[in-house]
Every structure is written in structure tokens, then in C-alpha cells.
């Protein structure tokens, strides 16, 4: 068990003044966290802003009556929109909470923009209720149907989770302005994964069920696509300056301690912990799973009740070594759970849940994590359904800031689901056949050896499969330093780095090896003979047999890169990762 730590007495009155002055400091730090905001969005607004009101004023006038202060309002909404894919929809939703008698402030119109987003998809969510509260459930008997309903039901869940997060601020931690900028582009960029993963539910479907569900969603996927544009039109202006983005402001949720920006819940020797290389002498896990008796819980599952609710302390898990054979789910409200295990093929945690049986890909991973700021080192996951039931993950994660340490990830068709927030992977075994590394997440896999193998008959071996749908998303495979070799019985079969899942699919190998499995084309469309022009992948530095681009397809989106551009995909730049992985103990490298 962790130790405790002790606390004098302390005199009543004392602490009552202390209390009330710790309340007086955190009023002032949220009222400076919204002064910091307001000013921040009002940089999106302001020329368009300022430059329409002067125009107007040229043409009738200087006259300050309420007709022009309700022009001046509209201009700054429509100036605020103009940055967004779907302008009119921006205007059109926000504009009916505005008080044309009272002058609009920037970061009101930023929470306008969040608030009709989470409206809208409240309302569409009540379309996805059980079949006892009646909604798309009504009269449907198709069992394949039904499940993608009840994925809906948790994504929509999330999303609505991420944009309530980003609508929120909290007087936690002083960090820099683009840092709490890309943690609202993370959360927003998320809810829009989550609502675009339960529409891409009802692709295999019958009938027009998929069409109906776009259609309850349509506007809520809109204004979470606004809220991104805007605060992505802001990052942009910060990033490129290097004054401006050294500013600090309070940050909005996070895991860090104002003082040394290190989670609450890891301690020095709890970081030694992690980076030593013999778990079982050393450890000091709150729980024990030992499938022989030896712990206090026998399955992951039953310990991972325990875990307390949204703790910001880590509660360690050690699992020894055995085959667990379970579904696993660390649940959205289990926060900074560290789960260790006896090696990578000593403790394995494996299923066999599969899309060909019924259960939907989002449903299926034998480990699936939600919970933020998770830890997971020295573990094996697997899905053992095989190649002939086509899609069955082997490891999910949604979880942000997710840490995977030394860890083996084993399955066919879709292996890791790499689904959204910001996630990071070292020195992990992933072994796969098609699409095998997919998802809408902002991730880095470093050092990592990737395996394709042995396919079913007639297919064609993909590794990634990146699913971004909107260019203002902060999302991509970033794939450094790692080894793509051929794994177990794969023959001579066409074995390529990806394909585009989605429009903007965004995928970079850098200085990584290649073995001549790799096809000389390198890229295969998803349909078709060719891709989106909107779509970003590049490689930079490879080596090998199969790293040779004279032959690559000849892709508009497929980019010859430089090493200033590269390192935008390395682990500072990408995920802002010098923080949170330095702090769960995990070596790593920065940059290029």
C-alpha cells in the first residue's frame, strides 16, 4: 500500500481564515483566467471587427445610436465565423443569443459558440435512449442496428464530456497560452471524433439508418466544428509568434501541481518506480491481480472497481504474470490509473470480440481505457478472433494523455484503435494485418517495432488508417524511430504504410526503418485510384529496403517535407508531451 502521509492538528479559526482567503485567491485567479481568455479570442474578432464597423461608419456616419452598436455586434459574430467551415450555421446559431443593446465581449462569443454546440447535441442525444424511452430505438429488431445505437449513446456521452470541459475553466495551474489553447483543441477535436465515430456506426447497416442518424447529428457536428475553427484561428496567431506565446494564463483542466508542472498523483520515487526494470521486488501498487490467488483480486476488472472516482492521485495496479482472459474497460471517470505488469509477454490480457459476431469495432477491444491519464507498462493485449472475423481490437484508448510503456498489442484487421485525445507509445510490439493503426487521436509511436503478418486470401496489408475529418482537428499518426519489419508467417503479400480513412487523414514515418515488405507505392487509396487532395502524409529520414520514395504514388497530399516541418510531428510539438510523459517516468525523446 502507498504510505500516508500525516497532518498536524489545526487551530479552527485558523483554518476557517485560511479557507476564506484560498477562496478569495482562486475568485481572483478565475476572474484573471477570463480577462486572459477574452483576450485571446478577441484577436479572431477584432479586424474583421473593427475594419466593418469602420466601413459602416464611412458610409452613414459616426453616429453612435443602437443601430450601429447592433451593426457593430453583427460584425464581430460574422467576423468571428468567417474563420469557420460552416459560417452560416456559426452565424445563424449564435447570433439569437446576442443582445443587440449591450456590447458583446470576445470570450462570450467563444462560450456562445460552445454552448449552442452542446444545446444542439443534447437535444440530438435524446434521439439515442433506450428502447424503454422510445428515439431511434423504436421498431428496430436488427441486432447489428441496435449495438451501434448503444455505441452512440456512450460517444455522444463523451463528447458531450469534452465540451463541457471546454467550457469550464479551472484556477489549477499557470501554464502558457498555447498550451491551454491545444488543450481546447484536443477536447474539441475529440467531441468531434466521438460524434463522427458513432455516424461511421451504421456504415454496414441496412436500409437508410446511417442517413437519419447524420441527419439528428448534422447540426450539433457543425457548431463543435465552429468552436475548433475559432480557437484554432487563435493558436495559429500565438504559434507564430514567439512573444506572445510565452505568455502564461490559468490553465483549464489538467493534472499538473503549479510548482514543477508534475501530476499530483506521481511522486519522485513513484517515477523511479516506473523506470525500474524489476517491478515485483519493488513495487508498491495499491492493488494486487494475481490470477493464481496470490493478490487480493483475481481479474483486472474486479480491481479497477476500486479505483476512486476522478482521483488526481495515481492508484497503481499490478498485475502478475498469467493469461487473463477478460474484456477490459477503465472507465471515463477512472483518472491517473497506473497498471503494471510482469513484461510484455508474461502478462497478457486477451478476447475475442469481433465486428463479424455482432459487436461493433468501437465495442470490441479486449482493453479498452477512458479515463484520463493513464499508465500502462510491461503488458500484453490481444485479440485472437482472427483474421477471418475482420475488425477486433486488440487495445483501445480515448484516454488523454495516455502512456503505453514496453507493452504488446496482438490482432488482425484494426489491432490498436488509437481513437481520440493525445496518446503516446514506446517501445511497444504491434502486430497486425489491415488498418492495423487507426484512429482520430494526436499520437506519437516512438521506438515502437511494428509487425504487419500473414492476412486473409486476397487482402492487402495497411498500417495505418488515420481518420481526421476536419482540418482545424489537432489529430495524426506521427510514427519516430521505430522498426517495420515482417512479422511471424507474412509471405510475399503487398504490405503498405496506410490509407486515407478520412479526407484529412494526417500520417508522418520519420527516421524510422523500412524492411522491403514495404510496396514501392507506399500508399493505397481507400477507393478509388487515388486520394484526397486535403489529406497530409509525408515521410522524412527513413531507411531500409522499403524507405525508398522514387516510386511512391504520385499524391498531391502525399508531402516531401523538411526538418522544420518533421519536427511539428515530434513529441513537443505534436502531442506537447515534454510535460506529461516526463511525468509518468517514461523515457522519451523531444524532438527529431
Known amino acids: 500500500m502507498a504510505s500516508l502521509r500525516a497532518y498536524g492538528k489545526v487551530n479552527e479559526a485558523t483554518d476557517q481564515a485560511e479557507r476564506l482567503g484560498l477562496e478569495a485567491r482562486r475568485r481572483t485567479r478565475r476572474r484573471i483566467t477570463v480577462i486572459s481568455l477574452s483576450s485571446i479570442v478577441l484577436i479572431v474578432v477584432i479586424v474583421g471587427a473593427v475594419v466593418g464597423t469602420n466601413a459602416g461608419n464611412s458610409k452613414n456616419g459616426s453616429g453612435g445610436d443602437s443601430g450601429t452598436q447592433s451593426a457593430g455586434i453583427t460584425t464581430s459574430v460574422k467576423a468571428a465565423c468567417g474563420v469557420t467551415l460552416y459560417p452560416e450555421s456559426c452565424y445563424t446559431s449564435i447570433a439569437p443569443f446576442t443582445n443587440s443593446s449591450q456590447e458583446i465581449q470576445p470570450d ?34 436488427n441486432k447489428t442496428a441496435i449495438a451501434a445505437l448503444e455505441s452512440c449513446r456512450e460517444l455522444l456521452g463523451l463528447a458531450l464530456d469534452h465540451l463541457n470541459c471546454s467550457s469550464n475553466t479551472s484556477p489549477s495551474s499557470a501554464i502558457s497560452v498555447v498550451d491551454a489553447i491545444d488543450d481546447l483543441r484536443t477536447w474539441l477535436s475529440a467531441a468531434g471524433t466521438y460524434q463522427q465515430t458513432c455516424i461511421d456506426g451504421f456504415e454496414d447497416v441496412a436500409g437508410n439508418m446511417k442517413s437519419g442518424v447524420y441527419g439528428y447529428l448534422k447540426n450539433s457536428t457543425e457548431f463543435t466544428s465552429n468552436c475548433l475553427a475559432i480557437i484554432s484561428q487563435v493558436f495559429k496567431y500565438f504559434a507564430s509568434d514567439d512573444t506572445l506565446k510565452q505568455r502564461r494564463l490559468l490553465s483549464l483542466p489538467g493534472h499538473y501541481d503549479d510548482d514543477d508542472r508534475m501530476p499530483h498523483w506521481l511522486s519522485a520515487k513513484d517515477r523511479k518506480l516506473l523506470q525500474s526494470s524489476n517491478n515485483s521486488k519493488m513495487i508498491r501498487a495499491d492493488v494486487v491481480v494475481a490470477k493464481d490467488g496470490s493478490g487480493k483480486y483475481k481479474t483486472i476488472g474486479d480491481a479497477l472497481k476500486v479505483v476512486p472516482e476522478k482521483s488526481k492521485k495515481r492508484f497503481v495496479i499490478y498485475v502478475k504474470k498469467g493469461l487473463y482472459y477478460e474484456n477490459v474497460r477503465v472507465e471515463k471517470t477512472k483518472w491517473n490509473v497506473m497498471m503494471i505488469g510482469d513484461g510484455m509477454h508474461a502478462t497478457i490480457v486477451s478476447g475475442s470480440l469481433n465486428f463479424v459476431d455482432g459487436t461493433p469495432t468501437f465495442q470490441s477491444a479486449t482493453f479498452a481505457v477512458f479515463g484520463q491519464g493513464f499508465i500502462a507498462r510491461d503488458m500484453g493485449f490481444r485479440n485472437t478472433a482472427g483474421a477471418i472475423k475482420h475488425q477486433a481490437v486488440a487495445l483501445m484508448s480515448t484516454s488523454d494523455q495516455s502512456v503505453f510503456y514496453r507493452c504488446h498489442i496482438d490482432a488482425f484487421q484494426d489491432t490498436l484503435y488509437t481513437h481520440s485525445n493525445r496518446q503516446f507509445y514506446r517501445e511497444c510490439n504491434i502486430y497486425g494485418t489491415v488498418d492495423f493503426i487507426f484512429g482520430n487521436s494526436a499520437v506519437v509511436l516512438q521506438n515502437c517495432t511494428i509487425l504487419p503478418k500473414q492476412p486473409m486470401p486476397g487482402q492487402q496489408n495497411t498500417i495505418t488508417a488515420q481518420g481526421k475529418v476536419d482540418p482545424n482537428q489537432n489529430t495524426g499518426i506521427s510514427i519516430q524511430n521505430c522498426n517495420i519489419w515482417a512479422g511471424g508467417n507474412l509471405t510475399s503479400v503487398q504490405t503498405f504504410l496506410g490509407r486515407p480513412w478520412k479526407n484529412y487523414s494526417t500520417t508522418v514515418y520519420m527516421q524510422s526503418s523500412m524492411g522491403s515488405l514495404i510496396d514501392p507505392k507506399g500508399w493505397l487509396p481507400w477507393v478509388g485510384d487515388t486520394a484526397p487532395d486535403t489529406i497530409f502524409y509525408a515521410e522524412f529520414q527513413n531507411y531500409g529496403a522499403g524507405s525508398s520514395t522514387k516510386n511512391r504514388v504520385n499524391w498531391k497530399g502525399l508531402r516531401n517535407i523538411d526538418k522544420k516541418q518533421a519536427i511539428k510531428f515530434a513529441v513537443k510539438s505534436f502531442i506537447k508531451g515534454d510535460k506529461w510523459i516526463s511525468a509518468a517516468g517514461v523515457s522519451y525523446k523531444s524532438g527529431l
Open 108 to 141: 462570450q462569443l467563444f462560450g456562445l459558440s460552445i454552448r449552442v454546440a452542446m444545446n444542439e447535441l443534447s437535444r440530438a442525444s435524446r434521439y439515442f435512449t433506450s428502447p424503454e424511452r422510445g428515439g431511434l430505438f423504436d421498431g428496430v429488431t
